[in-house]
C-alpha cells in the first residue's frame, strides 16, 4: 500500500480529519500500519481535492505543495470579513455592486504574474506564530506581499463544480453585524446574468501556482471594483496531477476499508510523478541508485525523472551532465 487516495473533501472537514480517515480506512480492513500525509492543505470551508499519500509516496508529499492547483470559487460582495471568507467578522461593508461585464474587465489586472498580501488569518509564520494564532489573539497581523502566478482566470457565473457536503453539526459563524440578513450560500449556481445587470455575487474559475491565496485574490479582485467582498465558497477541482475524477467521498473511503477493497480506489505511486518522464534503469543501476550511488554516462535530457527498475519505483532523480543523482528513493 505504497500510493495515493484522492479525497474529494467535504465541506466542515479539515486536512488532518482527512488523514485520520484514511488511517481508519486502513485500520478497518487490517491492511497493517503504514505513514498516511496530505499533499497540501484545505481549509475547513474548502471542499474538493485533497490528494493523501500512503507510505512511501509521503516522501512525495512535499512536492505536491509546490504544485499549481485549479479553484472555483464565488466573491459575494458588499460585505468584506477579517478571515476574508464567510466564517469570519464583518469588518467592512459597501453597496457598490459590479455587473458581470465590470468583472471581466478586471480580471486581466490579476492574471500573469501579480503580487498580493496572505490573509491575516493564514498558517504563514511571523515570528515564530502562525499568522492565524496571533489574528485570532487580536494582535495586528501585516503580512508582506508575495509573488504568485495566475496562470488564467476566467468568470463561470453559471455554476462551480458540484454540490457542497456539509459536514454534519459544522456552521460558519458567519458573524454579520445585520443578523436579520442570513449568511451568503456555501454554493452559487444558475444560469448566467445578463450583462449589465449588477452582481451580488459571481463564480470565478483560477489555475494558480503555489502560494496563491485564493481569499485573497477574492478580497482584491473586489477592490478593484470599487467594493468589498469575501469568499463563500472555495472548491479545489485539480492539485498538481490529481482531479476530481480519481477523488471518491468519505463514505465510499469507509466502505472500501470495511470491505478490504481500498486497492479498488488506489493509485500508484507513480500517479504523483505523471508530469514527469521515466527512466528505465537495470538491476545494477538501480542498485546502485538504492546505495545512494552517482550514475554516471547516462544518456538522458537534463532534468527529473522518476526512475523504474522494470515496474518498481527505485527514486525520484536528477540528471546532470550525464549523470544521475537520487533527490528521493523510495524503499520498494
Known sequence: MHGWIILDKPLGLGSTQGVSAVKRALRDGAYGKFKVGHGGTLDPLATGVLPIAVGEATKLAGRMLDSDKIYDFTISFGTQTDTLDAEGVKIAGSDIRPTLAQVEAVLPRFTGAIEQVPPAYSALKVDGE???????????VVLKSRSVTVYTLQSSPGGGGGPAKLVEGYSPRANFEDETTPPPPAYA?????????????VTLTAHVSKGTYIRSLARDIALALGTVGHVTMLRRTKAGAFTLESAISLDNLADAGKGRQLERIFLPLRAGLDDIPALSLTPDQAGLLRQGRVLAGIHADEGQYFALAGETPVALVEVHSGEVRVVRGFNL
Not at 130 to 140: F, I, P, Q, S, V
Not at 189 to 201: D, H, T
Request: glycine fraction near 16%.
Open 130 to 140: 502562525r499568522a492565524y494564532d496571533l489574528a485570532r489573539a487580536g494582535e495586528e
Open 189 to 201: 449556481g444558475g444560469p448566467p446574468p445578463p450583462p449589465g445587470e449588477v452582481l451580488e455575487s
